[in-house]
C-alpha cells in the first residue's frame, strides 16, 4: 500500500520498516469467531475483520488518512493548517495521527454522550477537545455541528465533514472491499456491519457488489436510529446510527439493515471479550449480534465477515462496568431486585409520562385520574416510548407553582418541571432503592437502557408487605 508513502527512504531498502505509521493504516488481519460459533450453533464460518489492528485502534484511520490527502489535493489544507471535525472519537484518532505526520493542528467537537476516556485520549495525541450537549437538536448554536461550523470559520481551517465527504467510503471502497475479497479468496457471503457516517458499509459494499453481485450486504443499527425507523434517539452505543441520513447512505447497496438494541448490543460485546479473548465496544458487540442473527439463516458453505471496528478499552467506564450496565438495566445484580418489586404491584403496564409542552392542567388531571403523586416528563411523541427523559413533576411542585400564579394552569408543564428522577436499574437491589428514596420522592426504573417505571416509597410498603405475608 503506497497510501501516504510520498518519500521513500532508501535506507530501509530490502527491510520490512515502515516509512511511517501512516503506512500501517489497512491490511488488517481476519480471524474466526471459534467460540461464538460454538456457542450459538452457527451453521456457516463467522469471521471478524480486526479493524483494532490499525494504528488509532479503529476502521477510521482509513477514512481520516483519504480525507486528508484529498484535502491536501484539492487546496484545502494548507501546510500547517488546522482541522476542525466534529467527532465521537476514532475519526478524531485517525485524523490526529495523520495530522501529526503531515504537520497539522487538530481540533475536536464532541457530544457529551461520548465515554470521557475517549476526551483524554485525543488529548494525549495533542488536539483540542470542545465537549458539547448531546442533548439539544442539530440547529441549536451549542449542538456539536453548530460549534464546529462557527470554529471552522474563525479558524480558518479544513473540515473533513465525514458525514458528507466522498473519500469517507471510497477510502473503504479502495482498502476495506479489497483486502476482504483478497483474505477470502473471493469466497466472502456476507458483509455486516455497523453504520454511522455509512462509510465503512457503502464503500466496503460498492467493492465487493462488483466483484459479485450476490455477496450480501447487511448493515447493523441500533433499533433507536433511523436507519432502522426508529425515531434517531437517544441510544447508548457509540459511533453507530443516526438521527438524520449521512451523505453516503446507499440503501440500494444493502440488502438488509437489522435493528439491535442497546441491551444485545452490550451483551454480545461483554461475550465476544469473554469468550474470545478479542475485547470490543458496544458497537462492534451490535455488529456481533447482528451476524449472529444473519449466520443463524447462511449455509454450510457461507463466510459471514462482521467488521470489529474498535476496541473495548474506550468502553471500560461503560459496557465493562458492571454498576453502569446495572444502573441502565443491563445486568441484574442481586436476587431481590426492583423488578420483583415492580412484579408485586403488577399495575401500571406502561410508563405514565408528559410532554415538556403538555399544560399544567392537563398534567394534574392525568396525574389525579391515575393516582399518581409524581410523572416524568419525556420529549418523546407516541408511536415511540418513553426514552428522552427531561425532568419531572410532583404534585408538591405543581400546587405550590399554581398557588403562586393560578394563569399557571394553562402553561407548558416544562416551565414549572424539577429535575430528572433519579434512576434505578430494574435488576439492581431493593436495598440500593430503600436507600435511594431516603432522599428522593421517587426513582424511575430503567430496564434495557429505557424508562420502564416510577417506583415510590408506597410501591415498597406494598412490596414489603406482600413479601411478609407470603
Ligand atoms: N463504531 C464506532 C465505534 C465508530 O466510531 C464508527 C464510526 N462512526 C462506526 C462504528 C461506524 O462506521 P461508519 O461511520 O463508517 O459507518
Not at 501516504?4 to 520498516?17: E, K, P, S, V, Y
Not at 448531546?134 to 481551517?157: G, H, M, Q, W
Request: aromatic letters at 6%; glycine letters at 10%; charged letters at 20%.
Amino acid at each position: 500500500m503506497a497510501w501516504g508513502n510520498d518519500a521513500a527512504d532508501a535506507r530501509l531498502h530490502g527491510t520490512q520498516i515502515a516509512e511511517s505509521v501512516i503506512d500501517l493504516i489497512g491490511n488488517t488481519p481476519l480471524v474466526v469467531l471459534k467460540r461464538i460459533t460454538e456457542l450459538h450453533n452457527l451453521p456457516c464460518v463467522l469471521v471478524m475483520k480486526m479493524e483494532t489492528s490499525n494504528p488509532g485502534g479503529s476502521s477510521k484511520d482509513r477514512p481520516a488518512l483519504e480525507m486528508i490527502l484529498a484535502g491536501e489535493r484539492d487546496g484545502l489544507l494548507k501546510p500547517g493548517g488546522t482541522i476542525v471535525e466534529p467527532t465521537s472519537g476514532n475519526t478524531g484518532v485517525g485524523l490526529a495521527i495523520v495530522a501529526a505526520q503531515r504537520g497539522y493542528k487538530c481540533v475536536f467537537v464532541m457530544t457529551d454522550k461520548v465515554a470521557p476516556e475517549k476526551v483524554s485520549l485525543l488529548r494525549a495525541y495533542g488536539a483540542e477537545v470542545v465537549v458539547c450537549p448531546v442533548a439539544v437538536p442539530p440547529e441549536d448554536p451549542t449542538s456539536y455541528y453548530k460549534v464546529a461550523e462557527r470554529l471552522t470559520i474563525e479558524r480558518n481551517a479544513f473540515r473533513p465533514n465525514q458525514y458528507a465527504n466522498p473519500n469517507n467510503p471510497l477510502a473503504h471502497e479502495l482498502t476495506t472491499g479489497p483486502e476482504l475479497w483478497a483474505q477470502t479468496g473471493g469466497r466472502i457471503t456476507h458483509f455486516v456491519a455497523g453504520a454511522g457516517t455509512c462509510g465503512t458499509i457503502t464503500g466496503t459494499a460498492r467493492y465487493l457488489k462488483e466483484q459479485n453481485p450476490n455477496v450480501r450486504i447487511v448493515a447493523a443499527d441500533p433499533d433507536a436510529s433511523v436507519f432502522s425507523g426508529g425515531s434517531g434517539r437517544p441510544y447508548l452505543v457509540e459511533g453507530v446510527g443516526e438521527d438524520f441520513y449521512p451523505a453516503a447512505w446507499a440503501p440500494e447497496l444493502y440488502d438488509e439493515v437489522v435493528p439491535v438494541s442497546d441491551e444485545e448490543s452490550f451483551l454480545v460485546a461483554r461475550q465476544v471479550s469473554r469468550e474470545e479473548g478479542i475485547l470490543i465496544g458496544g458497537s462492534g458487540g451490535l455488529a456481533v449480534a447482528a451476524a449472529i442473527r444473519v449466520a443463524k439463516t447462511a449455509k454450510p458453505d457461507d463466510i459471514v465477515v462482521v467488521l470489529n471496528p474498535d476496541s473495548g478499552r474506550g468502553y471500560l467506564s461503560r459496557v465493562f462496568d458492571d454498576k453502569w450496565m446495572a444502573n441502565f438495566g443491563f445486568l441484574r445484580e442481586s436476587d431481590e431486585c426492583i423488578s420483583d418489586v415492580l412484579a408485586t404491584r403488577g399495575d401500571t403496564p406502561s410508563l405514565l409520562y408528559v410532554n415538556p409542552a403538555t399544560s399544567v392542567r392537563e398534567t394534574i388531571d392525568l396525574m389525579r385520574a391515575n393516582g399518581i403523586s409524581q410523572i416524568p416528563v419525556c420529549k418523546n411523541t407516541p408511536p415511540f416510548a418513553a426514552a428522552e427523559v427531561s425532568g419531572a413533576v410532583d404534585e408538591l411542585d405543581l400546587m405550590e407553582a399554581v398557588y403562586r400564579d393560578p394563569a399557571v394552569m394553562k402553561t407548558p408543564v416544562e416551565h414549572v418541571m424539577g429535575p430528572k428522577l433519579p434512576t434505578i436499574g430494574a435488576g439492581q437491589a431493593v436495598k440500593l432503592a430503600v436507600e435511594m428514596l431516603d432522599r428522593a420522592p421517587a426513582l424511575l426504573v430503567l430496564s434495557g437502557g429505557r424508562p420502564l417505571s416510577v417506583l415510590t416509597r408506597t410501591d415498597l410498603l406494598t412490596y414489603f408487605e406482600a413479601v411478609n405475608r407470603g
